[in-house]
């Protein structure tokens, strides 16, 4: 103990010389603005290798052999926006019984006990525009996953009971999708945009259920998965050579059966003009608000411009964050969005969320953010700060090859080239202050500004016939089996 104390005075003693001979100096705080950091690394694109089977299934392989592991993806050139109209919701059990149903060769149970057992995973679904399907695996047992995986996507069994019990899932869905005030205000904010009949907003009903059928999921894969309307990647470790034969072994001999899915797409065009829509609900004590009109597209030459002009409208330190939400009080949220898609308009978005009584305070200040930035031009300031943190971001894009294989087949499938995402770097790079004020003025169109209030209309004061529209109610009632539903 006494030894103990000694060497431990003995440390301290040092300890004191060495802070006098090197005094210990604070670094001056500095603001952000002060700060540098270095520039992001080059971004490129990993070799990978691209062929096509006779049979029309297109391939993509990039090697990664950081890790033992194999992943693919197969996109497929389907989508719920094809299913018919007192059907909705067919094309989602599809993909959703595809793998939940097991194969011709395999029960649901075993498929689930065979990659159990190997910490391996496949998935499968169909979205609105696309159907997908995915695997996971160890290197060591790539094949007899992607057999199991190539199984799944050209026999699957659509098991009866399966399918009823996507069926029923579905309808707790449906019997729970008002619980959420956002959801609703996202939902009939869509369908006051697209119109409550078009495919990019309709949405499933108990009596859209009703109406499919075992037989309806299987028609509805036959004209979906075929070699001709899928894209395949895979991204991992493995030989290309041998991941070439293996693939050629597992979908070489499949061969399309039925008619394929139109390639003609729905029109869109915005639905309401305009207007103040309401959904009254009672028990709420705040508002949940959504502004906006239809948006445009990836490949529109404006995109880069409109992109920075959204930085300069929404996030933290942004126009709406600082005028609407820090210096006016009125918001507990707030943002925008320059909404695009790959091959149909996107919607632009204004939304937040506010206490009752600042619902309509809200609404005016939002849209006058929206004016201001069509009328007045941007700073200098606020040009370089959108522009960097878009730029910055752009690294993000390619995180690790799986993303960056994503993103290829994406770009495959919409029928963009290959660089877009380069493209687009440069022409966020090109943006100027004029860029940023021509597209705010040619895009952003206040006349064509919808609004949707989900809230407690007793609470809310001013009243919204305050803002000088007439104010829409929403009938949100979901309808029971059998019936129609409400506004259509």
């Known amino acids: 103990m006494k030894l103990f104390r000694l060497s431990s ?22 603001h952000y603005t002060d700060l540098k950091f270095s520039s992001p690394p080059e971004v490129k694109v990993p070799d990978y290798t691209q062929f096509k089977l006779k049979n029309g299934l297109t391939v993509y392989l990039m090697e990664d052999h950081e890790l033992p592991l194999v992943s693919g993806t197969a996109i497929v050139r389907t989508g719920d926006r094809f299913e018919p109209a007192n059907q909705v919701g067919l094309g989602e059990l599809t993909g959703i019984v595809m793998r939940s149903g097991g194969t011709q060769k395999r029960s649901a149970n075993q498929v689930n006990q065979f990659l159990e057992q190997r910490a391996a995973s496949i998935e499968t679904s169909i979205s609105t525009t696309a159907g997908n399907a995915s695997f996971n695996t160890l290197t060591e047992d790539l094949p007899e996953v992607f057999d199991l995986f190539a199984e799944v996507i050209q026999q699957p069994a659509f098991a009866d009971n399966q399918v009823t019990i996507a069926k029923v899932q579905a309808q707790g869905g449906i019997a729970r999708r008002n619980d959420d005030p956002n959801s609703i205000a996202g939902r009939e904010f869509q369908k006051l945009i697209y119109g409550a009949e078009s495919p990019y907003a309709r949405i499933t009903e108990f009596s859209t259920l009703a109406n499919i059928t075992r037989q309806d999921l299987v028609n509805f894969y036959q004209r979906s998965f075929r070699p001709d309307q899928m894209l395949l990647g895979i991204v991992g470790d493995f030989d290309p050579k041998q991941m070439r034969s293996l693939i ?10 039925g008619q394929a899915m139109p390639r003609q797409l729905p029109q869109v065009t915005q639905a309401k003009q305009g207007g103040i829509f309401f959904v009254n609900q009672p028990q709420l004590n705040q508002s949940y608000l959504q502004i906006g009109h239809l948006g445009g597209s990836l490949n529109s030459p404006d995109y880069p411009a409109l992109s920075v002009m959204e930085d300069v409208l929404s996030g933290f330190g942004r126009r709406l964050f600082n005028e609407v939400r820090s210096r006016q009080g009125l918001a507990y949220s707030v943002y925008a969005s320059w909404g695009a898609q ?50 910055n971001s752009f690294i993000f894009n390619f995180q690790d090859p799986a993303q960056t294989l994503s993103r290829l087949l994406r770009y495959e499938y919409y029928g963009y080239p290959k660089d877009f995402i380069f493209q687009y770097r440069k022409g966020v790079e090109a943006t100027t202050v004029a860029d940023v004020q021509r597209v705010a003025q040619k895009y952003l169109q206040p006349e064509k500004l919808v609004t949707i209030v989900v809230g407690n209309e007793k609470e809310i004061n001013p009243p919204l016939s305050t803002l000088g529209q007439p104010v829409t109610a929403v009938d949100i009632t979901i309808p029971k089996p059998n019936q129609p539903a409400a506004g259509r």
Not at 248 to 257: R, S
Not at 342 to 368: C, M, N, W, Y
């Open 9 to 30: 005075l003995f440390v301290l003693a040092c300890l004191v010389v060495l802070l006098r001979v090197h005094p210990a100096v604070a670094d001056t705080p500095k």
């Open 248 to 257: 050629e072994a597992k979908f070489g001999t499949w061969k399309p059966t």
């Open 342 to 391: 790959f091959d149909h308009p996107g919607v632009f978005l204004a939304a937040g969320e506010t206490r009752s009584q600042a619902t309509v305070p809200f609404i005016q200040a939002v849209k006058k953010e929206i004016e201001r930035i069509r009328k007045e031009p941007i700073s200098q300031e606020e040009l370089g700060f959108a522009k960097d943190t878009v730029l």
